[in-house]
């Protein structure tokens, strides 16, 4: 994690790439492994580790987090259909992340109108 807090995110993905081998069910590494891969512009293989930590940390406040940059990702990626979805399935988390998750829902369909 310190690589993570530092900034370093090519050595995030290094290091939590073996965390997640050494334990597959650790969702929170796939969680900051995913957000790694999206900072260095990586979206395919952060949709890989954010799928995984949204289905291992369903119902947990990095679960809703993982929707959310999974719709992040997906936007990067120019696939809108794929991150309404995610957007709206953080507003029925009805988490902390619903109002901001209402917002780009509204931002994508007035950008498709």
Not at 36 to 44: C, F, P, R, V
Not at 51 to 77: C, D, I, T
């Amino acid at each position: 994690m310190a690589a993570y807090n530092d900034g370093n995110f090519s050595k995030a993905v290094e290091k939590l790439s073996e965390a997640t081998q050494v334990k597959p069910e650790f969702g929170e590494a796939y969680f900051y492994l995913g957000i790694s891969y999206l900072m260095i512009e990586d979206e395919g293989r952060a949709i890989d580790a954010l799928q995984k930590s949204a289905v291992l940390l369903k119902g947990y406040p990095f679960g809703e987090q993982s929707n959310w940059y999974l719709g992040m990702a997906y936007l990067k990626l120019g696939k809108g259909g794929k991150a309404l979805k995610e957007f709206q399935r953080v507003v029925d988390l009805d988490g902390p992340y619903k109002v901001n998750a209402e917002r780009m829902i509204e931002k994508i369909k007035s950008i498709n109108e």
